[in-house]
């Protein structure tokens, strides 16, 4: 009865009820969406790696190494021996190694080298291998595999012919002309910087750093029966490593850091991503205030909603009051009124970002290579709420107390 | 002070109001009471014209009774219960359901449709909700209003029908006793005449106790007993 009474209430004041349910519905919005971006950008980051151990590679800091052997961003200072490759490879607590050699691009997208063990080995998201939507993994020196992104915006297929141009920029001096590469396969996509990676073997790499007379030499001998270990590499920018035991990670790191024949770094992916994570959460601190301080604002006018609307409510709260409303239905009334317009603002703020990220999902992923889910129901989202309820049922104390005095002062003059 | 009818057989019928050495004062810091009233009562559906000019302190007595003031000292008796001595809980749940209030005006909440404003009522009076439309089937012709009404906002009706919507608000819960303040006010005289003979009849079907309270004379034609709030008053000087 109470319920449809507030409801009533709501109503007959919709002008200023609607303004206030639209300040909510903004400013609820804003802090879901910064919410769940953060969330979702989380773990989209964590998600770029997982099952590899141990990251070696020439030392320097382990975010640079984080970052350019699984973030494809920044270069390597300097390399690590095949030597050294083959010998991490064949330790005895070391299942899988996945040599990665960086440096070229083709067409703004990195150009990574390989070998066939990363496309058997290397995991993302929780434990997931790659897959390939077309093709398969390369066989011969000049075949690529494509990552999801670079296939769809460039349009490539299986049997697409490519360049690829030495250097890092999208556009290059020096373009390897001779040495086209023909796309074997397409992954899957990942939503990790897999996708925007152009996948090539380390002779395929060796090969491309030819002066130009030995490579028309070895393309016009390649044509015969060959594999794509046939130009060995002498040096690589980086490994991972899958270990036979998780015990083993530490005293290997140790060793691997220790090792006399070469210089190398080894690090815990793990450990990087949060280090690397703790240096944006200045900026994820900044977004959370500001959106806290936009929920207080419109909370606080809410209240300034209510509490203004009592000069005109005097003379209802008086009939309640006669008719037999105890000043306490009043303060419930007012809390009911206040809970009421928030629940709804929260309803209509998550459908409205469900529909946006569902809506703008490709887009954020295109441009700024965010995956954001479209599902916003998480226990996150669920506490979220449930703290904005409560603190819209604080700051309402102060026009429900007012109600409550009203109440008890209003007394049966005729003027109401 | 005595307002009782002359007729013997009633003054051993149970009392509906009691007041005995009430005082009330708005300013609690002065000496003075605004209100004193040292012995008045009225009997079980009696009907009771009270005069008195604005100002003289009505609208004051008729807070008290609804126990939305509360006497400094003395005590309120209503249906035999000390009603002065309950809590606010108990006051507020004796007033939903002992008691009706029709005013001058503004009795509907306006937003709210007709039938919403008499549930309300019914819902803090303790009437179940369902039987609200069945009791207003057959209070709603006898107060010349028609069921059409229900649906529509209480502030659309005229002055003169939300009056009596006001009073079947009043009587939905079967108050024992009905509180009215200067409800005609409004009205012209032949809608006057037409809401006092149904007031009347109504508080006779239901056996209501009837407390009206006008500074209009001519009303008072309609009520047996008439009490002047002057003489009824004797605090000392000003009166609210």
């Known amino acids: ?276 994570w703790q240096l944006m959460s200045m900026v994820e601190n900044i977004l959370i205030i500001i959106s806290i301080l936009i929920l207080v604002s419109s909370l606080i006018g809410l209240a300034v909603m209510l509490l203004s609307s009592m000069r005109e409510r005097r003379r209802e709260i008086a009939i309640l009051r006669v008719i037999g409303a105890r000043p306490r239905v009043l303060f419930s009334l007012i809390m009911t009124e206040a809970l009421l317009l928030v629940t709804a603002s929260i309803v209509t703020a998550l459908v409205l970002l469900n529909v946006s990220f569902f809506l703008l999902g490709g887009w954020l992923a295109a441009s700024y290579g965010l995956f954001i889910d479209a599902n916003i129901y998480t226990l996150n989202t669920l506490i979220l709420s449930i703290v904005v309820l409560a603190c819209a049922g604080l700051i309402t104390l102060f026009p429900a107390i007012d109600a409550y005095k009203t109440a008890l002062h209003s007394s049966l003059s005729s003027t109401g | 002070m005595d307002s009782t009818s002359d007729i013997k057989s009633k003054q051993q019928a149970e009392l509906a109001i009691k007041l005995e050495n009430m005082s009330y004062k708005y300013d609690k810091t002065r000496i003075k009471p605004d209100l004193f009233v040292a012995d008045w009562q009225v009997q079980a559906r009696q009907h009771v014209f009270l005069k008195g000019e604005s100002g003289s302190g009505k609208t004051t007595l008729l807070n008290l009774l609804a126990g939305v003031l509360v006497p400094n000292s003395g005590e309120i008796t209503l249906l035999g219960e000390p009603f002065s001595q309950l809590s606010p809980q108990k006051i507020d749940a004796f007033r939903a359901k002992h008691i009706g209030v029709v005013y001058q005006q503004f009795n509907l909440i306006p937003f709210v449709s007709v039938l919403k404003n008499v549930q309300l009522a019914a819902h803090f009076g303790g009437t179940c909700a369902d039987q609200v439309e069945h009791i207003l089937a057959d209070l709603l012709p006898k107060l010349a209003l028609s069921t059409d009404c229900l649906r529509q906002a209480a502030g659309e009706l005229s002055v003169g029908q939300q009056q009596r919507v006001a009073i079947a608000r009043a009587l939905i819960n079967h108050p024992d006793i009905l509180l009215v303040d200067e409800p005609t006010s409004a009205l012209d005289s032949a809608a006057r005449d037409a809401f006092m003979e149904v007031l009347l009849a109504l508080c006779n079907k239901f056996n209501t106790t009837l407390l009206f309270v006008s500074h209009d004379p001519q009303l008072q034609e309609y009520f047996k007993d008439r009490v002047n709030i002057a003489e009824l008053n004797t605090a000392q000087g000003d009166a609210i």
């Open chain 1, 1 to 276: 009865m109470m319920f449809s009474f507030a409801w009533d209430s709501i109503k007959n004041r919709r002008k200023s009820v609607f303004l206030t349910f639209i300040s909510l519905v903004i400013s609820i919005s804003v802090l879901m969406s910064v919410e769940h971006i953060r969330a979702q950008a989380k773990e989209s980051f964590n998600r770029t790696v997982s099952d590899v151990d141990l990251i070696v590679g020439a030392p320097s800091g382990q975010l640079n190494l984080l970052l350019y052997s699984v973030f494809r961003m920044g270069s390597p200072t300097s390399n690590i021996s095949w030597q050294s490759f083959t010998t991490l490879n064949e330790l005895e607590q070391v299942k899988w190694a996945i040599p990665i050699s960086l440096g070229d691009s083709h067409r703004g997208y990195r150009v990574l080298g390989t070998s066939s063990a990363y496309f058997e080995h290397f995991k993302y998201g929780n434990k997931q291998a790659l897959t390939f939507s077309s093709g398969q993994a390369f066989t011969t020196t000049f075949e690529t595999v494509i990552g999801a992104e670079v296939a769809k915006r460039l349009n490539y297929v299986v049997g697409s012919e490519i360049i690829i141009a030495h250097g890092i920029g999208a556009v290059s001096f020096k373009n390897h002309d001779q040495s086209p590469f023909v796309v074997s396969g397409i992954l899957a996509s990942t939503g990790t910087p897999v996708d925007k990676t152009v996948h090539v073997s380390l002779a395929g790499i060796e090969a491309i750093h030819l002066p130009p007379a030995q490579l028309r030499a070895f393309i016009n001998q390649q044509s015969s029966t060959q594999t794509p270990d046939a130009l060995k590499p002498s040096s690589i920018s980086a490994v991972m490593l899958g270990l036979e035991s998780k015990m083993s990670v530490f005293t290997l790191q140790r060793s691997i850091n220790n090792y006399q024949g070469d210089r190398l770094m080894a690090i815990m992916p793990g450990v990087a991503l949060a280090e690397l």
